[in-house]
């Protein structure tokens, strides 16, 4: 009897590892063992056509990318990429979702309307923007529209000094609408009494915003401006699609800068050391960003 309880205790036991053991076996094939590779493959001198020819060469890459000029600007266009993009689309986000935060009839639709764009790809989105930032007037929307109010056409994403704001801006368009449905329901999560009881006080909209929403949306907060900038720092898509990194490397960032040298230019190792720089940036950008938010709260 004691035998057969032990056995069927143990059986139950095991289930749970049953469930999860799928999910252990995809984290550890595509994320574990990658990441391994990406470190061993970043102490050698590897070429993608000669992998008969690796060899170990230590710290060589690190000390090679660290003087690569074109490494350093791909690091400071992604900062500024950061830098400019999170502050505006928290924003955004946020006045989207203090404007459809509402009972009003028919408000769903404006809800739908601007999450809409988050639903198409960014690789189409991209394409899209590409046109309409084409800049011959008559070809690109906003170059027609600018001619059209008698202002010269802006070069966008040709010249080195609107490139990168540009994207930007497309950037904002497209995901602002997520964020936004993120702060909706924080929104709606917070305590409709407070908002009473600040009315009965004689409260205005600033002071409720300051004293209730803001404080109230502290961990949403975290969490957004956290993925906005993780975000921002992998960014890809739009320079690999609108730019392929130009003009004049004014839109080079660091995943694209490890895209070209691994796979445009076929060297892993190198790749994978600037793969290693780029994880731990990352991981100290965001964790310092989560203890600056805390200590201000």
Known sequence: MRNAYTLKRNRFDIVPYLFVAPALVILAAFIILPVIMAVRYSFFNFNMLRPDRMSFIGAENYKNIITDDLFLKAIGNT??????????????????????????????????????????????????WTFIYNPTPGQGLLNTFLAKLGMDPCPFLR????????????????????????????????????YEAADI????????????????????FVFIILMTTISAMKMFTQSFVMTQGGPDNSTMTIVYYVYQ?????????????????????????????????????
């Not at 010249?159 to 709606?188: C, E, H, K, P, R």
């Open 201 to 220: 006080d004689g409260a205005g909209w600033w002071r409720k915003m300051r004293s209730i929403t803001i404080p109230g949306l502290h961990n949403v």
């Open 79 to 128: 900062f500024r990429y950061a830098i400019v993009l999170v502050p505006i689309e928290v924003v955004v986000a946020f006045s989207l979702a203090l404007l459809v935060n509402n009972s009003l009839k028919g408000i769903s639709i404006f809800r739908i309307a601007y999450f809409s764009p988050m639903l198409t790809s960014m690789t189409v989105v991209s394409i899209l």
């Open 261 to 297: 040298q691994g796979l445009q230019f076929r060297n892993i190792g190198y790749a994978s050391a600037a793969s290693v720089i780029f994880f731990f940036i990352v991981l100290f950008l965001s964790t310092g960003i989560k203890r600056f938010v805390d200590s201000e709260r």
């Open 159 to 194: 010249s080195a000094d609107t490139a990168l704001n540009s994207i930007v801006a497309m950037s904002v368009w497209q995901s602002a609408g997520n964020y936004m449905m993120i702060f909706l329901a924080g929104l709606q999560g917070v305590s409709q009494e407070l």
